[in-house]
């Protein structure tokens, strides 16, 4: 997310200015090019020396030392960042970006920059929860600059408050959230997604159930690369699996709680993808106690109903939204999965062979054939099913380009 981006990095001064080079170091992992600015008070606590060895540039703190006659060097800075970050913000520069002052380079080139600005306040807890901070953060975030809430913990002073600067892994993962929201470009911008993923659970009794061997891998990986590439992002999983918090998250058991999740939202979908593996029959009459073993007649002879199968109700539900389902099979791969197609009004089937040692159910590789409804055939040769989600949704993108 943060590669080739350019961010203008504003240090002002507090204490935990050493923190901000960590963050400034994962920036450059990441693959962004970073630029810094700190004011006065900011180089009292880490020379620029450090920041400008890291980021290899020089780094802005006066205004008025201008080497290059051909350039406005706070100018530039703001012109050419992609984002801003200001890190740490103290109480006295988040007054200043409130009120637009410019009286240093970094409150001059926060007010001359078009880009989002990102803000990580760092303070003492009195100068935090002062009324005067609190309006003026709010009319950051009215102005739509993030910022980011500190931490609550062990301050510099020596006491517990809300004002601590919060763990670089938090900023990252916000700010990754927040350029994602601001990228206009990316693909699947605006479309709404729902996926389904993992095995459903089927209760005979509060402590046993029928189910397969779905990990939910496939299903949480497209939930992912579908969210990176900008989509709002809601999966419906039985999977005890990870899940950015940016997505909505349903977690569900039963194929018919499966089904209610997906069908209150279907209206307002424009793609659902079922990748979850649904088991065509529950339990007809689930016992509320635990069963016992004298029970085994009716352990032995558990009475099965036919599920609702949620694609084929949605295929025929469905308006102009793009359906998507999965097709595992064992034998007669692509017969299956063509038929399927058709049979449940699907515009895309992922077809993809089971019972193999190292794809398919619980691994993290996977091998596909992906047909389209005009019987267009795509091969995706053994890879990582995160490489898969990515080509399925690159495949999905293409088709909706002529879907109406
Ligand atoms: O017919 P089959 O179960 O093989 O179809 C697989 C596809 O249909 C998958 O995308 C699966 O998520 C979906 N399905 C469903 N409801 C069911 C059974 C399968 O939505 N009851």
Known sequence: MLKNKKIALYVTGGIAVYKVVDLMRSFIKNGAQVRVAMTDSATKFVTPMTFQILSRHEVYVDTFSENNPAHVSHVDLSDWADISIVAPATANTIGKMAYGLADNFVTSALLATAS???????????????????????????RGVYVV?????????????????????????ELENFIMTKDMTLPLRGYKILISAGGTKERIDPVRYITNDSSGKMGHAIAEAAYQYGAEVTLVTTSALNASKAIERVQVDSAKAMFEAIDERFDDLDILIMAAAVSDYGVAHPATSKMKKEDYSKLLNIELKENPDILKTMGQKKKNQFLVGFAAETDHLEEYAVKKLAEKNLDLIVANEVGKE????????????????EHQRLEVQKTKKTEIARRLLDKIIEELDHHS
């Open 149 to 173: 809430d500190p931490d609550t913990g062990f301050l510099a002073e020596g006491y517990e408050g809300k004002g601590r600067y919060p763990e670089n892994e938090r900023i990252l993962e």
């Open 358 to 373: 190292d794809t398919g159910f619980d691994s993290d590789d996977n091998q596909v054939v992906i047909f389209t409804k």
């Open 116 to 142: 989002p600005i990102f803000v990580v306040p760092a303070m003492n807890t009195d100068m935090f929860e002062n009324p005067a901070t609190q309006e003026n953060i709010q009319t950051l975030k009215n």
